[in-house]
């Protein structure tokens, strides 16, 4: 395993080996700092930004190759997809 998928989590794996997955997928990327010029770098990549939060950025990416790219880059610790939520019985 490469160190770009290193930084993948399991679910961001399995998104990259999914036939059709080319619509898209939400994602929350952990930087190595909070500084500005990651976030920059993120959009730069291909990421549509959402929200940041310190070292934390929410955003989607339209592609496997944008995926790629974002864990590709030095800035980048963790990259984590986004999973459907499931009402729990009560």
């Keep these: 395993m490469s160190e770009w998928q290193h930084k993948l989590d ?3 794996r399995r998104a990259l ?3 059709g997955g080319e619509s898209g997928l939400d994602i929350t990327v952990r930087l190595t700092n909070d500084d500005e010029s990651g976030v920059r770098a993120l959009a730069a990549s ?3 930004v959402q929200t940041t939060l310190g070292d934390l950025v929410a ?6 190759a944008t995926l790629i790219r974002i864990a590709e880059l030095p800035c980048v610790a963790e990259v984590q997809a986004s999973r459907p939520l499931h009402n ?3």
């Design 10 to 12: 399991a679910y961001s």
């Design 59 to 64: 955003g989607h990416v339209p592609d496997h």
């Design 17 to 19: 080996q999914t036939p």
């Design 46 to 48: 291909g990421l549509e």
């Design 88 to 90: 729990e019985p009560r």
